[in-house]
């Protein structure tokens, strides 16, 4: 595939994203790891260590009596076998995009439509089916580290994407168990 159909395949989905999010509305609310019940996490599984960190961060939330669950994307056609058979990590892959890229599956849907407290956007670098499912996300707050036009996180985190996926964890780590949460006690009272 050459540049200008990659370009044309990309315009395309933007256009369809941002089409489907004109009706599309979602409750807001700042949670931390104290107030929050139920946190997603996705990311893009391009490698084993970043795979293992995001298992190891979910291990960290999940002793804080957090429900979680982990969607990744893989950009192949066939799941690597060590990305899968993990409790509360579901998968898709390259084969359930469309052509300008719009995930198309059950899993993903799902995914969608649960309501988390905080969904965590994993990336360091752009991957549109992670961007398609976090804007369209009903999470109430949203973390990530990427800085785009149309970027549907409502915390963006700065860090050196040089040091790696597990410098985002500890940052994520950090701003979500200092930051004020006075708007999700309104929820819960």
Known sequence: MGKPFQKLRFNVGVSALNKALKGFTRRKLVYNLDSARRVGIVLPLVSQTDFDTAIKFSEYLRAKNLEICILGYFPGKEIPQHFIMRQGTNVFTAKEL????????????????TDFDILID????????????????????????????GNPNDLILSID?????????????????????????????
């Open 122 to 149: 994993l990336s360091l670098e752009h991957y549109f089916p992670l961007r398609w499912l976090i804007s369209l996300s009903k999470a109430k707050f949203k973390v990530g580290c990427l800085d785009y036009s």
């Open 98 to 113: 469309n052509w300008y890229e719009k995930p198309q599956s059950e899993v993903v849907n799902e995914f969608v439509n």
């Open 161 to 189: 994407k040089a040091k790696g996926l597990p410098l985002l964890v500890e940052q994520a780590k950090h701003y979500l168990s200092v930051i004020n949460n006075r708007f999700a006690t309104e929820e819960s009272a």
